[in-house]
C-alpha cells in the first residue's frame, strides 16, 4: 500500500500529524496541507498519484466543502470529509459537494485507517483478488471469463 497516496487537508496540525502517522503506519503515503488552498495545489500537482483525499470543513483559504467541489470537477477519487461539524446540513452540504464519507471529531485513527482502506478497495484503488477457484470452476472477473475443468464457458 505503500504505493497509495493520501491527501490530508485540515487546519489543525495535530490531525494532520495523527491522521498521517496512523496511515503511514499502515503502509500508506501522504501529503499534508493545513490550508485549502495549499491543498488544491498539492491535489493539482500531483492529482495522478493522489488516491484519496481527507479533508475537514473548516479550513482557511478555500473550504472543504469548496475544495471537494474542485477536487471533483477534474477526479473521482474517495473523498472522507472529517470535521468536527456533525448537524444534518453540514453532512448533506458534504454529500452535495461530493465526499464518499463523513467522520465527525472526535474519531478514532485506527477506525479512519479502516475506512480509508475500505474506500480504496470498492474504488479499485487497492487490488482486490479477480479470480476464484471452487471445485472445478475458475472464474477471472477481471478478463470476464469462466471456465470448468479448464474448459471456457460461453458468457453472455
Given amino acids: 500500500m505503500a504505493d497509495k497516496k493520501i491527501l490530508i487537508a485540515d487546519d489543525e496540525e495535530k490531525i494532520v500529524k495523527l491522521v498521517s502517522d496512523f496511515l503511514k503506519n499502515a503502509g500508506f503515503s501522504t501529503l499534508t496541507a493545513l490550508d485549502g488552498n495549499k491543498a488544491l495545489e498539492l491535489f493539482n500537482l500531483n492529482k495522478d498519484s493522489i488516491d ?22 477534474i477526479s473521482d477519487i474517495p473523498i472522507i470529509m472529517l470535521s468536527a461539524r456533525a448537524e444534518e446540513f453540514d453532512l448533506l452540504e458534504g454529500f452535495d459537494s461530493g465526499i464518499d ?5 472526535p474519531f478514532s485513527p485506527a477506525v479512519l485507517v479502516k475506512r480509508v482502506e475500505a474506500l480504496l478497495k470498492r474504488s479499485g ?12 470452476l475458475f472464474i477471472d472477473t477481471a478478463a470476464f471469463m469462466a471456465f470448468v475443468d479448464g474448459k471456457p464457458l460461453e458468457l453472455t
Fill in 52 to 73: 484519496l483525499a481527507i479533508i475537514d470543513i473548516m479550513m482557511p483559504e478555500i473550504d472543504g466543502w469548496a475544495l471537494t467541489r474542485e477536487i471533483r470537477k
Fill in 125 to 136: 484503488a487497492i487490488g482486490q483478488d479477480s479470480t476464484s477457484n471452487q471445485k472445478g
Fill in 101 to 105: 464519507e463523513y467522520v465527525t471529531k
